[in-house]
């Protein structure tokens, strides 16, 4: 049974940052992609970051503008997004999320961790 529990959302100024985890359990994810959405109020959900578990290589969407960065720990089997300089746009419900590496679709999603930046 796969499990990913978000934690370390929460309020923040903007200009000001936030580091949220992820800590995935439930089997051996070297064959993954590890992937951060978010959902704004009234907005679908859109990608965020992802990357591979085994090698590391990353990818954005292109509206993060080097603001956000998406890690992993492998000994902690927990995935990172820092997030800097953030804004009120911001505001969200992000969501972790696994797929294989060779599918397109995410299987397994977190329960979401919120996030408010006030100006």
């Known amino acids: 049974q796969v499990m990913l529990v978000e934690s370390g959302g929460g309020l923040v100024q903007a200009g000001g940052s936030l580091r949220l985890s992820c800590e995935a359990s439930?089997?051996?994810?070297?064959?993954?992609?590890m992937g951060w959405f978010r959902q704004a109020p009234g907005k679908e959900r859109e990608f965020v970051a992802a990357?591979?578990?085994?090698?590391?290589?990353?990818y954005y969407a292109d509206y993060m503008k080097g603001r956000f960065t998406i890690s992993r720990d492998s000994a902690k089997n927990t995935v990172y997004l820092q997030m800097n300089s953030l804004k009120r746009e911001d505001t969200a419900v992000y969501y972790c999320a696994a797929r294989l590496n060779f599918k397109q679709v995410y299987d397994y999603w977190g329960q979401g961790t919120q996030v408010t930046v006030s100006s």
């Open positions: 990357i591979f578990w085994t090698g590391g290589s990353t």
């Open positions: 439930g089997r051996t994810f070297s064959s993954y992609v």
